[in-house]
């Protein structure tokens, strides 16, 4: 719950994430619900999710493509740090 807060109060902010797997996404929080944020990042288009599920299902989600953006989806179970850049 803390991390739901946390993302919260950063919303609408450029913000550098680590996750419990030690990767590293910087962008914009567009937008938190009690299981995920949503990171505005510079990407190819691609609306991508990080998170873990059993029998590897791909990493990307839909088929949306976007213009000069990306949003990246990453589970609130998986944030191990939050920094305001």
């Known amino acids: 719950m803390e991390a739901y807060y ?3 109060h950063c919303k609408n ?3 550098r994430i680590m996750t419990t797997d030690g990767k590293r996404h910087e ?3 567009v937008d938190v619900d009690r299981n995920n ?3 505005k990042t510079k ?3 691609k609306m ?3 998170a873990f599920y059993p029998g ?3 990493n990307y989600y839909g088929g949306y493509f976007g213009y000069g ?3 990246l989806t990453l589970s609130l179970f998986t944030l191990l740090a939050i920094a305001l850049i």
């Open 69 to 71: 953006s990306e949003i």
């Open 27 to 29: 962008g914009v929080i």
């Open 37 to 39: 944020v949503y990171l």
């Open 13 to 15: 902010k450029r913000v």
């Open 48 to 50: 991508k999710t990080s």
């Open 6 to 8: 946390n993302c919260l």
């Open 43 to 45: 990407g190819n288009g």
């Open 56 to 58: 590897g299902a791909g």
